[in-house]
């Protein structure tokens, strides 16, 4: 199974990674620095699932979202934010995002995303 984990900063995609080896330890997970990379990305490797940041240059998380989601409307997004105002929640979940969750992961939110948000 391929995840797509885009993020502007490293050490975010790393620790996200790692929360999501628990979970998946076979996954192939792919990672992208903004939302334009992200949005080729997806059009060429479509994967399975992808967790998402909405604060990055080049392309932002919600521009990012409409975009997979114009490609596939059933893609499977989840945002994963330092971005938790209640207005940002209903935008992204409105465009199509599965859920959204607050940085940074832990082990217990990310078993929860992959019993109750994904179908994969």
């Keep these: ?3 797509l984990v885009v993020d502007d900063s490293s050490l975010a ?3 996200l990674i790692k929360e999501l080896k628990k ?4 996954a192939q997970i792919l990672e992208a620095e903004n939302g334009a990379i ?8 479509k994967p399975a699932a ?3 940041d909405l604060t ?5 998380g919600y521009e990012a979202l409409e975009h997979i989601m114009s ?3 059933y893609a499977q997004v989840i945002i994963v934010s330092a971005d938790i105002q209640p207005e940002a929640r209903k935008k992204v979940l409105q465009i199509g995002a ?3 969750c607050p940085k940074p992961i832990n082990s217990e939110k990310m078993e929860s995303i992959f019993m109750h948000d994904l179908i994969i």
């Design 50 to 52: 992808v967790f998402l």
């Design 23 to 26: 979970i998946e330890p076979s």
């Design 13 to 15: 995609r790393k620790i």
């Design 98 to 100: 599965k859920n959204m």
């Design 1 to 3: 199974m391929k995840i």
């Design 56 to 60: 990055m240059p080049v392309m932002d």
């Design 38 to 45: 992200a949005v080729e990305m997806f059009k060429n490797e």
């Design 71 to 73: 490609l596939d409307p």
